[in-house]
């Protein structure tokens, strides 16, 4: 079975610093682009960031562009959102999600539960 | 970036009736290489992360009931149930993946009448 299980979230006051994990089983990590998209309290939804198969291609929203960082590690089937000079806008549920496919131009075809980060003081 | 308009904001109909969702792109989602729409529908329950409906703007996912389908290409897309169930209580959302960053509709409230 295809699952992925997020973790990391929690509480971090404004302008620190959270690193979120997205574990993966079930499917041949290695071959697909991942993508993180959130969610913030009664909202829609909002792509966050991307990134290809082989982690050689990723791809920011504006939003978070020079602030967070995606990567993967291959070997251990996992993604990873590094969140820094976290806002309080940011505050929101974050997902991980796999695409269809190797390039990041494709459907999300499986999401995890999602893992919620709230920024206040 | 691509906007993604969704109407209406949201939806009562009755049970067994016909449910249409409709979604505009600010540009066109066909990609001429593959000629492809790259539009998908996504369904998310309360406390839930959202489901995979409908990929390419028409491919219904394995195990999506039937009652669901899309249409529509280039701009214009278009999510139907055709027999609206109890469970299909949702918010819809559209989202394109034509370009980055990729973007979603603002979601369609789905409630029984």
């Known amino acids: 079975e295809v699952q992925l299980l997020e973790s990391g979230g929690g509480l971090v006051q404004p302008g620190g610093s959270l690193r979120l994990s997205c574990a993966a089983s079930?499917?041949?990590?290695?071959?697909?682009?991942m993508s993180w998209v959130r969610q913030a309290p009664g909202k829609g939804l909002e792509w966050v960031s991307g990134i290809s198969n082989s982690g050689g291609g990723t791809y920011y929203a504006d939003s978070v562009k020079g602030r967070f960082t995606i990567s993967r590690d291959n070997s251990k089937n996992t993604l990873y959102l590094q969140m820094n000079s976290l806002r309080a806008e940011d505050t929101a549920v974050y997902y991980c999600a796999k695409k269809g496919g190797g390039s990041c131009y494709n459907r999300m075809d499986v999401w995890g539960q999602g893992t919620t980060v709230t920024v206040s003081s | 970036d691509i906007v993604m308009t969704q109407s209406p904001d949201s939806l009562a109909v009755s049970l067994g009736e016909r449910a249409t969702i409709n979604c505009k792109s600010s540009q066109s989602v066909l990609y001429s290489s593959n000629n492809k729409n790259h539009l998908a529908w996504y369904q998310q329950k309360p406390g839930q992360p959202p489901k995979l409906l409908i990929s390419w703007a028409s491919t219904r996912e394995s195990g999506v009931p039937d009652r669901f389908s899309g249409s529509g290409s280039g701009t214009d897309f278009t999510l139907t149930i055709s027999s609206l169930q109890a469970e299909d209580v949702a918010v819809y959302y559209c989202q394109q993946y034509y370009s980055t960053p990729s973007t979603f509709g603002q979601g369609t409230k789905l409630e029984i009448k």
């Open positions: 079930g499917f041949t990590f290695s071959s697909y682009a």
